[in-house]
């Protein structure tokens, strides 16, 4: 509990504060991975501000997507991550709400290259995500996303990991 209180007072001061780039919103998430090891997820989504291959169905637009990731060891292990990524997203047409889909391929540093009994080979990891969700009138947004993380096989340990998540932005 003591983590997202951290989570949400560093939340809030970003809100607070004025960016020189327009923010499209603060996003926080919880999730876990396949070892059931929890995650908490704060980061910024900052819009492309453009759009291909629009039709009556949707569109086809992107964001860049930076975080920090809190890892929950349950055992032993904690960890930390910050990750960047652009990321891609189709969003079907709507007037109050917008299905989407999206995918994105970014990277990863991680504090410590072990995460419960996961040997991640590399504090660098890249990370591919897969979501879907809906998005409000007013730029609220909810979702799912799988996310994958692995160093690509450039050390001899590669375990992997893989993080199912729940995620909400606000506007800012």
Not at 128 to 139: I, K, M, Q, S
Not at 155 to 169: F, K, M, Q, R, V
């Amino acid at each position: 509990m003591k983590r997202l209180f951290c989570l949400a007072a560093i939340a809030a001061a970003l809100t607070g504060h004025s960016f020189t780039a327009q923010a499209a919103g603060v996003e926080f998430g919880v999730g876990q991975t396949g070892d059931s090891t929890m995650t908490y997820r704060l980061g910024m989504q900052f819009d492309w501000d453009k759009s291909w291959l629009q039709s009556d169905v949707g569109r086809l637009t992107g964001y860049w997507s930076g975080a920090y990731t809190y890892w929950e060891g349950k055992k032993t292990n904690s960890n930390n991550s910050l990750s960047f990524s652009p990321v891609f997203v189709y969003e079907f047409s709507g007037q109050t709400v917008k299905p989407y889909v999206e995918l994105g391929i970014g990277v990863a540093l991680f504090s410590d290259t072990r995460l419960e009994s996961r040997n991640l080979g590399s504090a660098f990891q890249f990370e591919d995500r897969f979501g879907v969700g809906l998005r409000f009138a007013g730029g609220h947004e909810v979702g799912v996303r799988v996310t994958h993380y692995s160093d690509a096989s450039m050390s001899i340990h590669n375990d992997g990991l893989e993080s199912y998540a729940l995620h909400y932005t606000m506007p800012l």
